[in-house]
């Protein structure tokens, strides 16, 4: 009962379970900051929050995620109830199954977002851990190209919310409906040769030069295919792609795109044929956004329009737009690019009790708060000195001493920590 | 690739995980009520906001929390790299893990926060889920009665922040050093005996009155106990506790918290040397708070005084007390009091296209959003009757048709959806 004083038969470790962190209000500040500016951003477009459970049935991802997330990847067990279920390591099933759950009743386009955290059992490393946070935003029941160009100004917007500038960062962004014309139509490729290709070129930035262009040769068969490969990737955009595939119609789709894109002020955004985006259930464009400063050189986020998963769950298929930009990547690009702001955690009045006098400090405490002040007391009876130290540490604006002298007078004085100077209060 | 027209092998499930839910917009407006409510409460205390892991290793719950929560209730299992770990559910071992790892660079005393998500393996009932929300307000490093009395003071703030009135909850205060003096001491039992008799008296209400007379007699052994134990019961308050109780130090301590909660005005509490709150880590005052509606008679939530966790983790104690509100349960007290104010998500105009107007309505949008509007747009094509009604549907405050003729004339106009009044844009 009283058992203060006993120790456990073996010291536990104060670290946080391995790949995921301790946010300490100087870390939590940065990440509120994140999701404040995300959360305001996207609510400027009309988008509304959801939340979502934490655990689904593993076979939520087994359908449609590739094969690395659902199986490897994956934090799942097997509950006291015989389910095999998984902590969830992306949001999009769950919003489609979410989706899938009010069909009927949805409002469409129906706009929603999240923000939440994930796990995946991942190596860590710099800006990957193992539970990690994510702002998901969807659009449903949309399928004009007008929903992917909002999609995209909304992804620039965030960058420039948080005052990324447009030479910082680059949206690319590709068709998976082209890439199928590719690979199917203009390479004649059979469906097993068009996926083997897909997941090569999604790998292309992490293989060897030759061992890319050995793999495509032996995927491709022939060097007219090899040939007619090397003229897609030439094409810097959708302008410069082989005839065959320029004049088609995911062709006539992008283009649609960039001229609204343009129209929108969207000048951050180039068409990158290699852009494949990992995950299987993407059906149309996908975009991914990347940072250009060569020392952080990497995909911030990215996403895509992906009509399937609703129909997963018993339902008609609705048609789905959307992106995740993650909190850890976020938080590195505004560090390396220096674009954080000053986010130390304040109060307004640090009202500290000077002798016997606790209950008066709470009291004038209580009565400050009513007023709608923000107030930490401190009633250690610790030294002038350390007071002031200490209210400084906290990030106090002002600090007030409750003294035997303050209690008969009736006058507290506030002292501002920066500027020295004092007001009277209560 | 394109997979969009793939029917699975089997039909997922739309429903969410069994114990969890689906927080749809209008929902999770109400979770976003609650936890802004909570934020700006404690932060005018100066509690600072932290965040933390959500697996620990099981052992951390082992130790403290209680068998029933450890070994019955928790989400555990074993990790690819072979370690047992828990989803966390409760925050209390894991705040206090993350004080030992930092014990001697935090300002104390130590006033945190979180707000989050936490999953307990138990039959899912009215007001109980297994994946629950819970604000978790704890002080470290304050050893004196004021922290006990800010704490009290805060907990009976937030009910007043939700607009509850002092009759309807009460705060109900007892002690675990009285208790301890009173099965010790004054009852002289045994350290086993003494256990047994806390933990029955913790169930007492969940036992029909002879059982739990018959235990209590079973315990206590002699008529002349048990009679002891009758008067301690019988004491409203601390003055008329039996005298070799009421003049110990623990009644010293609950007096002179009674007497500061009293002068700063907490009206609702009351002591009930009955309470014993469940869990094993508690030292010193205990409390919690009851819904008294007849119909929802409940207890709300719960804190106290923990001084041994943070020894735990292999550094010095640092002594601790705090409290854990839950969202379902404040959520069922608001309901059933009428206290949840109209919480509609909106925004503040939809711009819908009227013919091939596409490009100039997303154009207009961003324009309106530049000014700080929120806006949704509808590209559908719709008639005028279904965009009228689908921006009701979303909460719009005013809708805005761009049609050929406001393009050339360039002039749009707002249509108020709730007062039809009409006002010119751009």
């Known amino acids: 009962m009283k058992n203060d004083t006993i120790t456990p038969m073996t010291t536990l470790s104060p670290q946080p379970y391995k790949g995921t962190r301790d946010w300490y209000p100087e870390d939590k500040a940065v990440q509120n900051y994140i999701f404040a500016t995300w959360k305001k951003t996207v609510e400027q477009f009309g988008f ?65 977002y999240s923000i939440a955290n994930f796990m995946r059992y991942e190596r860590p490393q710099r800006g990957r851990e193992r539970e990690f946070w994510q702002l998901n935003v969807d659009t449903f029941g949309a399928d004009d190209v007008a929903a992917e160009a909002e999609t995209l100004l909304l992804a620039d917007e965030i960058m420039k919310a948080f005052g990324a500038s447009t030479n910082m960062y680059e949206i690319r962004v590709n068709s998976r409906e082209l890439i199928e014309e590719m690979t199917r139509q203009y390479l004649g490729l059979d469906e097993v040769q068009a996926g083997q290709l897909v997941r090569l070129i999604d790998r292309k930035n992490k293989l060897p030069a030759e061992v890319f262009v050995a793999s495509v040769r032996e995927i491709l068969e022939t060097d007219e295919k090899v040939a007619r490969l090397e003229a897609v990737f030439s094409a810097e955009s959708i302008e410069t792609l082989p005839e065959g595939l320029a004049g088609g119609a995911a062709a006539g789709r992008v283009r649609e795109l960039f001229v609204m894109l343009s129209s929108l002020g969207v000048s951050s955004v180039r068409f990158d044929v290699t852009l494949m985006r990992g995950l299987d ?29 609703v129909g997963m769950f018993g339902v008609e298929p609705v048609s789905a737009v959307g992106f995740a930009p993650g909190l850890t990547t976020t938080e590195l690009f505004l560090r390396s690019h220096n674009l954080l702001p000053d986010l130390r955690a304040t109060v307004d009045m640090y009202v500290a009790s000077v002798g016997d006098t606790v209950l008066q400090t709470l009291q004038l405490a209580a009565t400050l708060r009513s007023r709608g002040i923000s107030v930490e007391t401190d009633t250690t009876g610790r030294k002038f000195d350390k007071l002031i130290k200490m209210a400084e540490k906290k990030g106090a604006t002002e600090i007030v001493f409750v003294g035997a002298n303050e209690i008969e007078s009736g006058e507290y004085k506030a002292k501002n920590l920066t500027t020295g100077e004092e007001r009277q209060v209560a």
Request: glycine share 10%.
């Open 281 to 309: 259930y993407y059906t149309g464009t996908v975009f991914e956004v990347f940072d250009v400063d060569p020392e952080n050189n990497r995909s911030l986020f990215g996403g895509g329009r992906y009509d399937g998963l």
């Open 48 to 112: 509304k929050e959801y939340g979502a459970p934490l655990l689904e049935p593993l076979e939520v991802y087994a359908a449609k995620s590739g094969d690395e997330l659902a199986g490897e990847q994956t934090y799942a067990f097997t509950d006291r109830g015989d389910r095999t279920v998984a902590i969830r390591p992306e949001m999009t099933p769950t919003v489609s199954r979410m989706v899938a759950a009010r069909r009927q009743e949805l409002p469409y386009p129906a706009r929603l």
